[in-house]
C-alpha cells in the first residue's frame, strides 16, 4: 500500500442531516413528493417521528424533528436550510411527478438547461431546505470569459 493510499480517509459515503420542526410531516412530504423511501424511523409511544432515514436512491437522508427549544439551548434562532442536489437520470420527468404530487400548491420553475452540462429545477421543501434535480447531459462547461477550468492535481498555469 502506498502512503498516499494509506492517508486516504476511506469514505463510503455521505448523507445530508436535516432538522424540520414536524419530522413525521417531513417523512410523509418527501416520500410523496419526491419519491424518496423510508428505511427507518425512530418514533415514540405516539408515533411521532424523532428521527428517520430515507433514500433517494442509493443516496441516504438523515432527519430530524426538533423544536425552538432545541435551538434556544444552542443559542441559535432555528435551522438555515440548505440546498440538496439529486442526481436524476431524466429531470423532466421528475418535475412532472413533483408537480403532480403538489397539485394546486406547484410554485416550480421547469427544468432548464445550464451552461455547465446540467438540466436543473429547484424545489423547496417544507422545512425551507432546497432540493435541486440535476440531470448531466454533457461534461462540457461553459465558463465566462476569463475564467479557466483547473482540475485537481494540474498545476495552475499564470497568464
Known amino acids: 500500500m502506498s502512503s498516499a493510499e494509506e492517508s486516504e480517509p476511506g469514505y463510503l459515503g455521505l448523507a445530508p442531516y436535516l432538522y424540520y420542526s414536524d419530522a413525521t410531516e417531513a ?6 413528493v419526491f419519491g424518496f423511501t423510508e428505511e427507518v424511523r425512530f418514533a415514540d409511544a405516539s408515533g411521532e417521528v424523532f428521527q428517520a432515514t430515507l433514500c433517494a436512491g442509493p443516496a441516504k437522508i438523515q432527519l430530524a ?7 434556544d439551548a444552542k443559542g441559535v434562532d432555528g435551522p438555515v436550510g440548505q440546498l440538496n442536489i439529486i442526481y436524476v437520470a431524466d429531470a423532466d420527468a421528475q418535475y ?17 438547461d445550464q ?13 425551507g431546505n432546497s432540493w435541486t434535480f440535476w440531470q448531466q447531459f454533457s461534461d462540457t462547461v461553459e465558463l465566462p470569459s ?3 477550468e483547473v482540475r485537481a492535481g494540474e498545476p495552475v498555469a499564470e497568464d
Do not use: K, M
Open 96 to 112: 412532472e411527478r413533483i408537480r403532480a404530487a403538489l397539485g394546486d400548491d406547484a410554485d416550480l420553475d421547469a427544468p432548464q
Open 146 to 148: 476569463g475564467w479557466r
Open 65 to 71: 424533528g426538533v423544536g425552538p427549544e432545541y435551538w
Open 27 to 32: 417523512v410523509a412530504w418527501l416520500v410523496r
Open 115 to 127: 451552461p455547465y452540462g446540467a438540466r436543473v429545477f429547484t424545489v423547496s421543501d417544507i422545512g
